[in-house]
Antibody, heavy 119, light 107 residues
């Protein structure tokens, strides 16, 4: 069974750093892209970026380039999304999702990680 | 980026109604369009890919059509479990931009 299991909810202060994770199982982790999607409270879905764990090819949506870093450790089938300095506007639910090709629609999604940034 | 515009933003309907949601792309995307259903507090669920192909396990009351710039998601007979928000997404090029969503509410 394909599963993407994300790390738990986080509460952080502005300026702090954070790294959240997404662990894949039930499929060949290095043969699919993993993407990250942001959903701000009460809002729609936004693509942040994608990574191909097989060779670490990474692409960012223009709005998120330079704002976050996406990485993966294929030895433990885990992808990451990290911030070096959080802002209150980063408060959102973050989903990871699996894609067969870089522009394919994701077919499996993680359960989401809620990040709250507040002083 | 390709812009995706959904309409309406919300619709009130009753169980058994036929519901149609439209999605327009800012440029042609052939049939590279997907539809998702999202319930409160849950991750999106893929319903339709390649504009009209039903994802495995999705009930046949859901159907998709269209190509180029104009697309439609139809729910032929609305069921209680279908009350949710629906998103289209272009899969023609990265980033696969999403539409703004359509909330299907109980009338």
């Amino acid at each position: 069974e394909v599963q993407l299991v994300q790390s738990g909810a986080e509460v952080k202060k502005p300026g702090e750093s954070l790294k959240i994770s997404c662990k894949g199982s039930g499929y060949s982790f290095t043969s699919y892209w993993i993407g990250w999607v942001r959903q701000m409270p009460g809002k729609g879905l936004e693509w942040m970026g994608i990574i191909y764990p097989g060779d670490s090819d990474t692409r960012y949506s223009p709005s998120f380039q330079g704002q976050v870093t996406i990485s993966a450790d294929k030895s433990i089938s885990t992808a990451y999304l990290q911030w070096s300095s959080l802002k209150a506007s980063d408060t959102a639910m973050y989903y990871c999702a699996r894609l067969r090709y870089s522009s394919n629609p994701p077919d499996y999604w993680g359960q989401g990680t809620l990040v709250t940034v507040s002083s | 980026d390709i812009q995706m515009t959904q309409s309406p933003s919300s619709v009130s309907a009753s169980v058994g109604d036929r519901v149609t949601i439209t999605c327009r792309a800012s440029q042609g995307i052939s049939s590279w369009l997907a539809w998702y259903q999202q319930k409160p507090g849950k991750a999106p669920k893929l319903l339709i890919y390649a504009a009209s192909s039903l994802q495995s396990g999705v009930p046949s009351r859901f159907s998709g059509s269209g190509s180029g710039t104009d697309f439609t998601l139809t729910i032929s007979s609305l069921q209680p479990e279908d009350f949710a928000t629906y998103y289209c997404q272009q899969a023609n090029s990265f980033p696969g931009t999403f539409g703004g969503g359509t909330k299907v509410e109980i009338k």
